[in-house]
């Protein structure tokens, strides 16, 4: 069973703060990706990453960073949290198929709440 | 760019009551095509990937199908812990685009 990881479900901080959330997966995927999902807007990307020290930005990069060190780790950081930064934070994973790019199924995580006040 | 589009938004259900999702989307070609179930304050849960026009998956009471421009998630004889929203999605250039999700409700 894959296994995709968040470091917290829930998560309150003040606006101003560095914040950091960390996705952790067990099934040695090559890919993943940081999404944020709001009522009425659905999940949006916000950056995504193919390898190690790799990333590309998604729809939504402003006022937001990763870093990916190691395969299984990819780490998404609000430099300067801001109150429109509120939201459900979603992590995924997929495997690279060579032969079948265009059905990489993608694996969530539990989700992080994130509030800023 | 792709544009996926899920209808209903809501639908609400006896127990017992058999219906259909639609998720329908902008480009054909031969691209995957995801369903997920998300239950409230959860990640999204995978369900099914469907590649090939007439393509069909099924789960439980759950059973997707393919064309070349929709993908219909039928469900059978649901049960109350049917309920949840379910998100489709399309692989685009990169990355996957999804639906806005339809929220469905199974009375007892």
């Known amino acids: 069973d894959v296994k995709v990881t968040q470091s917290s479900r829930y998560l309150v901080k003040r606006t101003g703060e560095k914040v950091f959330l960390e996705c952790v997966q067990d099934m040695d995927h090559e890919n993943m990706f940081w999404y944020r999902q709001d009522p009425g807007l659905g999940l949006r990307l916000i950056y995504f990453?193919?390898?190690?020290?790799?990333?590309e930005k998604g729809d939504i990069p402003e006022g937001y960073s990763v870093s990916r060190e190691k395969k299984e780790r990819f780490s998404l950081i609000l430099e300067s949290a801001s109150t429109n930064q509120t939201s459900m934070y979603l992590c995924?994973?997929?495997?690279?198929?060579?032969?079948?790019?265009?059905?990489?199924?993608?694996?969530f995580g539990p989700g992080t709440r994130l509030l800023v006040l | 760019e792709d544009q996926v589009t899920q209808s209903p938004e809501a639908l609400r259900l006896q127990e017992g009551e058999s219906s259909s999702l639609n998720c329908s989307y902008t480009v054909s070609g031969l691209r995957g095509l995801f369903w997920y179930r998300q239950d409230p304050g959860k990640g999204p849960e995978f369900l099914f990937t469907l590649y090939s026009a007439g393509e069909e998956k099924e789960k439980e009471r759950l059973k997707a199908t393919l064309t070349k421009k929709e993908s219909f998630l039928h469900i059978t004889a649901p049960k109350p812990e049917d309920s949840a929203t379910y998100l489709c999605a399309r692989q685009g250039a990169q990355k996957l685009v999804f639906g806005q999700g339809t929220r469905l409700t199974i009375n007892p």
């Open positions: 995924a994973s997929s495997l690279i198929q060579l032969a079948a790019p265009n059905q990489e199924t993608q694996y």
């Open positions: 990453s193919y390898d190690v020290k790799m990333k």
